[in-house]
């Protein structure tokens, strides 16, 4: 899920020594920043130590400011915290106080605050948080791409080992070294379930691996339906290890819409991918089995009636999502299978599955 605030903690090594033990001072440059990057100040509190060192303190609009200084040490630790989704004024702040301050030295660590919980962001690795007892970071070797989308933060870098590698909102989603993997193992059971492949749908999708293993296979149409068409902008631009020429290929329809919007259209498909989340509570309002029941009635009524539904569900650990998609594929499938692959980048077994209409 989305973070609901960005952290901001920073050390000040070896500042100036000038306002370091003077309250007024301090309080004073801290409404100057405020007032200059926009934070809204409810109100300010600050205490002097006896014998040196201040600490103060703001309640802002956002969440909270605070610093405390150690004028024996030439040290200020500072703490900001904002639940605005954007992270320049945290950030400008930060800098305004660096001006201020004069450190020859600052470490900065920036944690996204919020479901599923804190999350360290650190310049040279980002990490994919896990609901269960374990997270993975990855190192960056380079930084491709960082933008936010009216839907979602996009993330590309290059790892030494799974090359490049995208991530929506820090969660990890497909790497050129073993897209391939993740590919046919959303693609293969329609392949061996069926002789004529006329129309299929792909829900998601948009960094196009998925579609370019469909179109190895040599149907007639396929229609790939996105929400975020930055993903989609920034796949082919970045990602042409993972997509190769598909998003080109005359076969291949993209439709930048919402899945369920589109399903309610009315289409009759041989098999439809679902490669959307299992977990969508950051994108919807609707509880979570609310959206995908609904989710899944439309894809039954937008295939024939001999089609196949194919999906990514969830970690091998994720008893909860396989039992509720189980429970929930019975009431409009047959014949549901679910499978266990190993996904290298992902460091974890991943379950796919597979149905057909009743």
């Known amino acids: 899920m989305k973070p609901l605030g960005t952290h901001l903690i920073a050390e000040f090594i070896n500042c100036s020594k000038k306002m370091l033990n003077d309250k007024k001072s301090l309080e004073r440059i801290l409404k100057q920043g405020m007032d200059e990057c926009g934070i809204g100040l409810e109100g300010m509190n600050s205490h002097k130590f006896n014998p040196v060192g201040v600490t103060v303190m703001a309640i802002v609009s956002e ?6 200084t150690y004028p024996e040490a030439r040290h200020v630790s500072i703490d900001i915290f904002t639940c605005s989704e954007s992270f320049e004024k945290p950030v400008k702040l930060l800098a305004f106080l660096k001006d201020r301050f004069k450190p020859k030295q600052q470490r900065v660590l920036k944690v996204l605050r919020g479901n599923p919980g804190a999350q360290l962001e650190q310049k040279e690795w980002i990490t994919s948080a896990s609901h269960y007892g ?17 839907y979602q933060q996009i993330d590309i870098i290059e790892n030494d080992d799974f090359g490049r590698i995208l991530f929506l909102d820090k969660d990890v989603q497909i790497a050129e070294y073993d897209s391939h993997i993740y590919d046919n193992s959303m693609v293969s059971p329609i392949i061996r379930s069926r002789k004529r492949l006329d129309r299929i749908a792909i829900l ?6 998925v579609l370019h293993e469909v179109l190895k296979h040599k149907p007639g149409k396929v229609v790939l339906v996105d929400i975020d068409g930055e993903v989609v902008k920034v796949a082919k631009k970045y990602l042409k290890k993972v997509c190769k020429s598909a998003f080109d290929d005359p076969r291949a329809e993209i439709v930048i819409d919402d899945a369920n919007k589109f399903l309610e ?7 439809i ?10 994108l919807t309002k609707d509880e979570r089995t609310i959206f995908l029941n609904g989710i899944f009635s439309k894809i039954r009524k937008n295939l024939d009636k001999n089609g196949i539904v194919t999906m990514q569900c969830c970690s091998e650990f994720d008893d909860e999502t396989k ?25 974890e077994n991943w379950l796919f599955a597979s149905a057909k209409m009743k």
Not at 204 to 209: A, E, N, S, V
Not at 329 to 340: A, H, P, Q, T
């Open 323 to 347: 039992k509720l998609l189980n429970r929930i594929l019975s009431k409009y499938f047959k014949n549901i299978v679910f499978k266990k692959t190993f996904i290298p980048t992902f460091c």
């Open 134 to 150: 374990f997270e993975i970071k990855y190192h960056i070797k380079k930084k491709i791409l960082s933008k936010k989308s009216k």
């Open 273 to 282: 991918i679902y490669d959307l989340t299992m977990h969508p509570e950051a």
């Open 204 to 209: 998601g999708g948009g960094d196009g691996g």
């Open 265 to 271: 259209e009315g289409h009759k498909f041989d098999a």
């Open 63 to 68: 969440s909270h400011v605070a610093f405390h």
